[in-house]
């Protein structure tokens, strides 16, 4: 079967310290990846979205980044944290051949003090 | 004007109601998604639909391609349908994304 992990599920980093979320897919193969973030009381913001192996396109120019080493696994990154990134992370994907529904991990709510 | 379109924002309903939630969207779509966000944070996807009518357990989904619209519906409501709903659709302009509708508050009372 198919399935998502993402972690970890909170987090809490000071301002200008670095982050990394991780996500990786069981199941399939080739999937395409999303990273979202939803701040409080909001909808959901793309932030990344990659189709292949190092193929990353950002939606919301800003100081986090995102790489895919393999097929299967998503990181979001930030070499410095601002307080405006506070907020609830989430790493989805969807069949490469756009068959099926869209699966979300559970989430990351990170907290930049 | 959002390409995609949810009403209402909020609902509140008694347990038992019939609930609707309506999505338009103004795009081409090669499918449209029905997803449900619990307080906790965690999305569930509930149906993809490209054209007719889904149903699981209480829940159904409509399709309407002429018309652009979506609906979901709740029947025999319960407490634990509490959540937002949300509509997302995949426009045949874009393979990769999804574009959102903003969400629908549900508060079903007991």
């Known amino acids: 079967s198919q399935t998502i992990h993402q972690w970890p599920a909170t987090l809490v980093q000071p301002v200008g310290s670095p982050l990394s979320l991780e996500c990786t897919v069981e199941g399939t193969s080739n999937p395409n990846l999303y990273w979202y973030r939803q701040a409080a009381g909001r909808g959901l913001q793309l932030l990344f979205y990659s189709v ?29 944290l601002l307080l405006s990134d506070s907020g609830f992370y989430l790493c989805a994907w969807l069949d490469g051949l756009q068959r099926g529904p869209l699966h979300f991990g559970n989430g990351t709510r990170l907290t930049v003090t | 004007k959002n390409e995609v379109e949810q009403s209402p924002q909020n609902l509140t309903a008694q347990e038992g109601e019939f609930i609707t939630i309506n999505c338009s969207y103004s795009v081409g779509i090669s499918a449209l998604h029905w997803l449900q966000q619990h307080p906790g944070g965690g999305i569930v996807s509930l149906f993809m639909l490209s054209s007719g009518k889904k149903k699981h357990g209480r829940l159904i989904a409509t399709i309407n391609i002429q018309e652009k619209h979506s609906s979901l519906h709740i029947t025999a409501s319960h407490p634990r349908d509490s959540a937002v709903y949300i509509c997302a659709v995949r426009s045949v302009d874009s393979n990769y994304q999804l574009i959102w509708g903003a969400g629908t508050k549900l508060i079903i009372k007991p």
């Open chain 1, 52 to 80: 292949g192996i190092g193929q990353i396109s950002s939606e919301v120019p800003q100081n986090l980044s995102a790489s895919r080493p393999q097929d299967r696994q998503f990181i979001l990154s930030s070499k410095k």
